[in-house]
């Protein structure tokens, strides 16, 4: 009789399990890890990262009829050391749980990318990277956060935050995030709550054309408007970005352009562009080819001269190779 319960017992259990098993099918782990050998005039030689690198969960529960439960979890870390990004955020990518619909679009709670952060990337080359070859010092960089921290984890990402992604309405969508509570920098010595951040983009994309208009201001209401554009014609892609960022608390300014392009040989990619900072002069001109190993692995090549006016300036040579899983 024992032994005939054990069985059921077991039968339950293994029902059970099968059942937790098909509720979490659609929980999906996810990752991307990218390293490199870098020099740069006047620098030893160096392994680094092309890429920030992430680990990270996500998944969707259906709801019934269009709407879905979502989350996501990401990590951030160094792959040439295995330690974290950074030392104040363990989760540094991404932690928003929050519902969707085709219909009504998209609502998350958490700390993510701002909608300028998650969606200027795709005009740069390289990704937005800051890295290497990457353009993004000139691609509308802007400090989301504006408070002193340790490490800088919050300059392109918000925390307690609302974002909404509407649907695409023949082409068109608008991405927006508001944070719910003040933020208030790590200075022991600042008591005063700052103003929340916030931002909104708008964004077009259709056919071989698309465009971006964004706008957000940070805690010390320093704020930014952006605009770029792409337009693809056959193997050819051409990418453009302009920005004004006003910093409220100095009465200074900061005008950034960029101009770049992709080009397709075969199954290599090409690419290259040039980028300005306005007021202080300082530019960076880039080349690199992208050579794919497989649909999830690539080799690349990246070629590039950076003038600083206020330091010395660097030429620099990189090549890697990147996975994504």
């Known amino acids: 009789m024992k032994k005939t319960l054990s069985i059921l017992a077991l039968g339950a259990l293994s029902g059970l399990s099968g059942s937790a098993s098909a509720q979490s099918s659609n929980v999906q782990m996810y990752g991307y890890i990218d390293l490199g050998l870098v020099k740069e005039s006047g620098k030893t030689p160096r392994m680094d990262r092309g890429q920030n690198n992430w680990l990270g969960f996500k998944g969707t529960e259906q709801l019934g009829g269009d709407l879905a439960a979502i989350f996501n979890v990401q990590m951030r870390f160094n792959p040439d050391t295995g330690g974290a ?28 990318l701002t909608p300028l952060w998650a969606k200027k990337w795709i005009y ?5 990277s800051a890295l290497m070859g990457s353009l993004a010092n000139y691609n509308g960089d802007f400090n989301s956060d504006g408070l002193v921290t340790v490490d800088y984890h919050n ?34 010595a600042r008591t ?20 971006m208009l964004a706008y957000e201001k940070n805690h010390i209401d320093s704020d930014i408007v952006y605009v770029a554009g792409g337009y693809t014609m056959g ?36 690419r290259g562009g040039y980028g300005k900072i306005k007021e202080s002069g300082n530019d960076k001109v880039t080349v690199g080819v992208n050579h794919p190993l497989s649909k999830r692995t690539n080799l690349y090549a990246d070629l590039y001269r950076e003038k600083l006016v ?14 994504t899983f």
Do not use: C
Request: a negative charge; zero cysteines.
């Open 85 to 112: 990004e950074k030392s104040t955020a363990f989760f540094q990518g991404e932690t928003t749980v929050g519902l969707a619909s085709t219909r009504y679009g998209t609502v998350r709670l958490g700390r993510a």
């Open 124 to 128: 740069d080359p390289w990704y937005d």
């Open 155 to 188: 300059y392109s990402r918000a925390s307690n935050a609302v974002y909404y992604s509407s649907p695409d309405i023949a082409g068109f969508s608008v991405h927006a995030d508001a944070e719910i509570e003040r933020a208030i920098g790590d200075d022991a």
């Open 192 to 211: 005063i709550a700052e103003t929340r951040q916030k931002g909104i983009s708008l964004n077009y994309a259709n056919g071989g054309l698309n465009t």
């Open 235 to 270: 193997a050819f892609t051409l990418l453009g970005s302009y920005s004004e960022t006003k910093f409220a608390r100095v009465n200074d300014k900061l005008t950034s352009m960029m101009l770049a392009a992709t080009y397709m040989v075969g199954i290599d990619t090409i």
């Open 310 to 323: 206020d330091v010395d300036g660097s030429t620099g040579v990189a090549l890697g190779i990147n996975h």
